[in-house]
T-cell receptor, first 114, second 114 residues
């Protein structure tokens, strides 16, 4: 079945540092890939997505490229801020019997210190 | 638009009690789902619905019931609460069940079963 692998963390960075959160996946079909962010005490919200190979999703300075050859969708940001402290979930969405099936990673907690 | 709303925000139950977690969305989304979030396990799908009158089991359905009488509402029922059901519960919705679509999450319900 489908699966998503990402480190749990926490990842601790100083403000303005470069961020990479790795995400790799296995899927039987041709999934869409997502990064969701969860701020403390809130639900998940979409950060960015990519729906086919070589697509790059971007939002709020974050980027991720859909790499089919390495089955990866790593999240990057050039300069993190304290306000980026949150839990980041990688997810894939695939068809199963005509319906949407979404598989989430375990989430990576990011702590940015001033 | 209110998006996806969930009530209550917090609940404490005793073992054996029953309760219903409410979820509503005002985006006319056909696809709705319930997840539970536990430390180190990410989000796991409990039940989902692809439209009014149609529901199906997810990854961890035992101990939970759902029904979908309207497009807007998708309540989750705990029949006889157990400490293992202590978790944070999220409801999510998306537009017609296409695998490229973003899911919209509610703010969550924190449940403690004593």
């Amino acid at each position: 079945g489908d699966s998503v692998t990402q480190m749990e963390g926490p990842v601790t960075l100083s403000e303005e540092a470069f961020l990479t959160i790795n995400c790799t996946y296995t899927a039987t079909g041709y999934p869409s890939l997502f990064w969701y962010v969860q701020y403390p005490g809130e639900g998940l919200q979409l950060l960015l997505k990519a729906t086919k190979a070589d697509d790059k999703g971007s939002n709020k300075g974050f980027e991720a490229t859909y790499r089919k050859e390495t089955t990866s969708f790593h999240l990057e940001k050039g300069s993190v801020q304290v306000s980026d402290s949150a839990v980041y979930f990688c997810a894939l969405s695939d068809q199963e019997g005509g319906y949407q099936k979404v598989t989430f990673g375990i989430g990576t907690k990011l702590q940015v210190i001033p | 638009n209110a998006g996806v709303t969930q009530t209550p925000k917090f609940q404490v139950l005793k073992t054996g009690q029953s309760m219903t977690l409410q979820c509503a969305q005002d985006m006319n989304h056909e696809y709705m789902s319930w997840y539970r979030q536990d430390p180190g396990m990410g989000l796991r799908l409990i039940h989902y619905s692809v439209g009014a009158g149609i529901t199906d089991q997810g990854e961890v359905p035992n101990g939970y019931n759902v029904s979908r009488s309207t497009t807007e509402d998708f309540p989750l029922r705990l029949l006889s609460a157990a400490p293992s059901q202590t978790s944070v519960y999220f409801c999510a919705s998306s537009s017609p069940p296409r695998w490229r679509e973003t899911q919209y999450f509610g703010p969550g319900t924190r449940l403690l079963v004593l």
